[in-house]
């Protein structure tokens, strides 16, 4: 079923989720219900864009670049994380640190990445073949991302709207990853059970995020290593992944769960 049907359907049957189990035909699983797609260092080298704009605002704090282990820690992470970074690494505690002076910066921030972001964001390796193949498969995408709304937006004017069935943004959901809730709600909002989605991350904290909400978990690394875990299959890039790729890694993953 594709991406329009599929939400038509849920549209009848009122969002609920389709809990039964994938078939296999001929012998071959069937794709996912769903793949889900983190956003920044998954589909665009963001990641790059953010350390500018995090530089920048450590140098309003009065510090120098974020160290290699404190921009790690930020990587995956929300704004408002970010900001609290930044200020501990600037030499303030960020308990003490008024909620107008956190607002500010946090605003400062997302003005000057906005900025960045639409100067436009390069793709990574074989994201954008992979959504293509999604569309023309009928496999429904969604974006699940940490970053604001208002910045997804700007991104997604490289990321192509009509790409994905539903987005779910980090100020859009009561915890962000490594919470799972970004994940649960985009399974929801397209009506499937996590468990029948196959999650598409790079980072630590998303990865976290998407097996806390039950689903497969392909990771594909961009700046730093991510661990192994039961539920996660690693790929060094997604040049090359096809939808036959997915459909055998989600269900490898879930054999090996019910074994």
Request: charged fraction near 25%; hydrophobic fraction near 40%; charge should be negative.
């Amino acid at each position: 079923m594709g991406a329009e049907a599929h939400l038509e359907s849920l549209a009848r049957t009122g969002g609920a989720a389709h809990a039964a189990p994938p078939v296999r035909v001929g012998g071959d699983p069937v794709p996912p219900a769903a793949v889900l797609l983190d956003m920044d260092g998954t589909l665009i080298d963001s990641e790059k864009v953010w350390d500018s704009s995090l530089n920048d605002l450590m140098g309003r704090l009065g510090g120098g670049p974020l160290g290699t282990e404190a921009r790690r820690e930020s990587i995956g992470g929300s704004l408002w994380s970010s900001v609290r970074i930044c200020f501990r690494e600037a030499g303030r505690d960020p308990s003490t640190v008024s909620e107008a002076e956190l607002t500010a910066a946090g605003e400062w921030l997302f003005i000057r990445t906005g900025e960045l972001f639409g100067q436009g964001l390069p793709w990574r390796p074989g994201a954008r073949e992979l959504l293509e193949e999604l569309r023309a498969a009928g496999v429904p995408a969604a974006l699940v991302t940490n970053t604001i709304r208002s910045l997804a937006e700007l991104a997604l004017d490289t990321l192509g709207r009509e790409n994905f069935a539903v987005t779910v943004c980090g100020d859009e959901v009561e915890h962000p990853k490594p919470a799972p809730d970004p994940y649960r709600r985009a399974a929801e909002l397209l009506g499937f059970e996590p468990a029948r989605c196959l999650a598409v991350e790079d980072s630590p904290t998303g990865a976290v995020s998407a097996e806390g909400a039950g689903c497969v978990v392909l990771v594909v690394p961009c700046e730093i290593p991510v661990p192994g875990g039961a539920r996660r299959v690693q790929r060094e890039s997604l040049t090359g992944v096809t939808v036959d790729d997915l459909a055998r890694i989600h269900a490898s993953v879930l054999s090996a769960a019910s074994a």
